[in-house]
């Protein structure tokens, strides 16, 4: 019965979250409006979902899934154990396991909703491009570029994980999970940068991918290309400020 609900719950999302991309088009909304808009109903409901089913079920979903998630993760410690693995290192990973990606569910959670939202935004575009929302222009990905004040929410990220470090538990959460939303604006942001400057110098498009596909794979390339995105809020890498109206690279 809960996975029918939840299923039932997921449908409900997602047709909301098309029609809150498609109200947004016919209301000539620009495109970082619309995203929002349709991450915020995605997330409401989603909200509305958890809890109507731990009302109907009269148990608590969120517990039911950390105590399944804690399951399979103890089973694959146990597995490797079995391996001849060393127990600590194990469990560190087990830890850092928990730490990002348990306790931070719902930074994920608000990327992915974010992630999907913007997905729906460009089909949606292009299956009605009569809508006034479709027919405004977009800027190029390679000058994509996050909001200047966005960079104090990163900031205070770090403040209330560096007092989860010191035994709040409270400030700590929030401060992990807000710095996976805002990690992940800024890899965006440092992807913006990289491709600027590979059209600068006229990389082929395989090479392009090939490159982004390398940095997926190797977390300190990943570390550098979110450092270059937020480095890029001070420094203006590709000179977006000086030079509001130059050609898309």
Not at 29 to 41: E, G, L, Q, Y
Not at 71 to 95: H, K, M, N
Not at 212 to 219: A, N, R, S, Y
């Amino acid at each position: 019965m809960t996975t029918g609900i939840l299923a039932l719950g997921t449908v409900l999302m997602v047709l909301a979250t098309q029609r809150a991309v498609w109200y947004g088009l016919k209301q000539g909304f620009a495109a970082p409006r619309c995203v929002i808009v349709s991450t915020v109903t995605f997330l409401g409901l989603l909200i509305f979902t958890l809890v109507m089913t731990s009302l109907v079920l009269q148990q608590n979903v969120l517990a039911l899934w950390r105590q399944g998630f804690e399951t399979s993760l103890r089973a694959s410690v146990d597995f490797y154990q079995e391996l001849g693995w060393e127990v600590d290192e194990i469990e560190r990973a087990a830890a850092l396991i928990r730490r990002f990606f348990l306790d931070a569910i719902v930074g994920w959670v608000a990327v992915m909703a974010a992630a999907f939202s913007t997905f729906s935004y460009f089909l949606q575009r292009r299956l009605a491009p009569d809508l006034p929302g479709s027919q405004m222009p977009l800027t190029p990905f390679s000058r994509w570029t996050a909001w200047e004040k966005m960079i104090w929410v990163l900031l205070a990220a770090l403040v209330f994980l560096g007092l989860g470090a010191r035994g709040l538990s409270g400030p700590g959460w929030l401060g992990l999970n807000a710095l996976i939303v805002m990690g992940s604006i800024y890899l965006v942001v440092g992807l913006s940068v990289i491709i600027f400057y590979f059209n600068q110098k006229n990389i082929p498009p395989a090479l392009k991918i090939g490159a982004v596909l390398i940095m997926g794979l190797v977390p300190a390339l990943l570390i550098f290309v979110v450092l270059l995105g937020i480095f890029d809020t001070w420094w203006d890498w590709r000179r977006l400020k000086k030079t509001p109206d130059h050609p898309a690279a």
